[in-house]
């Protein structure tokens, strides 16, 4: 009789015990791969070919490339996600675990302020809108 009372209550403790751990990012979470990066003014800053990187877990996301054929340092950072936007803050070099600048994540695209406007998320693409330009992403 014991064991049938126990059972549940070690199954809930279990199951409570993980769920601050639990990824709340809905289509935002995984990895992206920028595929187009366009100015204001129309102009490509880089494609899918520059090989920048997203990855979006929990309450950070990851910002890296592949650069010269080998993978370089990496940034982290933390970030607020609502419908419609995306605020990175509190960036990291996480190779020299220091606090950096928002400036030091503009060739990922991120502006200087960390906002991003969201125009269109789903389970497989991601176009983020910011006064750096529009940039297009694929999960992959």
Same mark, same amino acid.
């Given at each position: #009789?014991?064991?049938?009372?126990?059972?549940?209550?070690?199954?809930?403790?279990?199951?409570?015990?993980?769920?601050?751990?639990?990824?709340?990012?809905?289509?935002?979470?995984? #990895?992206?791969?920028? +595929?187009?990066?366009?100015?204001?003014?129309?102009?490509?800053?880089? +494609?899918?070919?520059?090989?920048?990187?997203?990855?979006?877990?929990?309450?950070?996301?990851?910002?890296?490339?592949?650069?010269?054929?080998?993978?370089?340092?990496?940034?982290?950072?933390?970030?607020?996600? +609502?419908?419609?936007?995306?605020?990175?803050?509190?960036?990291?070099?996480?190779?020299?675990?220091?606090?950096?600048?928002?400036?030091?994540?503009?060739?990922?695209?991120?502006?200087?302020?960390?906002?991003?406007?969201?125009?269109?998320?789903?389970?497989? #693409?991601?176009?983020?809108?910011?006064?750096?330009? +529009?940039?297009?992403?694929?999960?992959?």
């Amino acid at each position: #009789m014991k064991k049938f009372i126990l059972t549940p209550i070690l199954l809930l403790l279990t199951l409570s015990a993980c769920d601050n751990k639990r990824d709340h990012n809905g289509d935002l979470g995984g #990895m992206w791969q920028l +595929t187009e990066w366009r100015s204001p003014d129309g102009t490509t800053l880089a +494609t899918k070919e520059d090989q920048i990187f997203y990855s979006v877990q929990l309450n950070l996301i990851r910002f890296r490339d592949y650069d010269d054929g080998t993978w370089g340092d990496y940034y982290l950072a933390y970030f607020r996600h +609502t419908p419609d936007s995306l605020i990175v803050y509190r960036p990291v070099n996480y190779a020299k675990d220091s606090l950096v600048s928002l400036q030091d994540l503009a060739r990922y695209g991120v502006p200087a302020d960390g906002g991003f406007r969201i125009d269109a998320l789903s389970d497989d #693409m991601m176009i983020l809108r910011s006064p750096a330009g +529009t940039i297009n992403f694929r999960k992959y």
